[in-house]
């Protein structure tokens, strides 16, 4: 089936540091999320981006938060700077029609670690 | 928050037993998806239902879904060790997926 890549799978930073984490969507699929989990924790939305935008955001998408998606390439999650509290799994995920009324296709998350 | 609190339970079983999974939820959604996380992965979706289908099934499974009551359930037939996962359900809200906390289902060999 359609696949999306997330690169890198993990990463470990200082505190304060800044770090993208990047997305591979689906080549046709308009539509790009983020996604936070932690350990044994639900997973939370973050973020949706469409045609350049950010369509809607949750109360977890922290200024320090950011994404883009520059001229089709990767849709990237940039953390500036990063706190402790950062320290999730990141998942991005695409689809071809608004929300969730279709099939939203998850990549298989960036680990990072905030020291 | 979007779900009840039984949506978060462990269930373990042997494997070619059948297994139900359910989840309620609080506010008003036209689909219902299941999705499954296997150690490791990201989520992957398993069935879509809508608000207008009482039950969808797909291989091994069955998905149901009661308006009236906000409720939706996921059972597998005939499980193997390979189900073994943590296993979701979400309803879209605007242009997110919201997600139970999840059962996390061992299947025994």
């Known amino acids: 089936g359609p696949k999306v890549l997330q690169i890198p799978s993990h990463q470990i930073i200082d505190m304060g540091q800044m770090v993208t984490l990047n997305c591979d969507p689906v080549?046709?699929?308009?539509?790009f999320y983020w996604y936070k989990q932690i350990l044994g924790q639900q997973m939370e939305f973050l973020v949706n981006?469409?045609?350049?935008?950010?369509?809607?955001k949750s109360k977890l998408f922290k200024d320090q938060f950011s994404v883009e998606r520059p001229d089709g390439s990767y849709f990237t999650l940039k953390i500036q700077p990063t706190a402790l509290e950062d320290s999730a799994v990141y998942f991005c995920a695409s689809s071809s029609l608004t929300g969730g009324r279709d099939t939203q296709y998850f990549g298989p998350g960036t680990r990072l670690l905030v020291l | 928050s979007q779900w009840g609190e039984e949506n978060l339970q462990a269930l373990s079983i042997q494997e070619g037993e059948d297994v139900t999974m359910n989840c309620s939820y609080k506010?008003?959604?036209?689909?219902v998806q299941w999705y499954r996380q296997k150690s490791g992965k990201g989520p992957a979706q398993l069935i879509l239902i809508r608000s207008n289908e009482r039950e969808k099934r797909s291989g091994r499974l069955r998905a149901t879904l009661d308006t009236s009551s906000q409720s939706s359930s996921l059972s597998i037939t005939g499980t193997l060790a390979t189900d073994t996962a943590v296993y979701f359900c979400?309803?879209?809200?605007?242009?997110?997926?919201?997600f139970g906390t999840g059962t996390s289902l061992l299947v025994d060999p």
């Open positions: 979400a309803t879209n809200m605007g242009y997110k997926l919201t």
């Open positions: 981006f469409y045609n350049g935008k950010v369509m809607e």
């Open positions: 506010t008003y959604t036209t689909v």
């Open positions: 080549s046709n699929h308009l539509y």
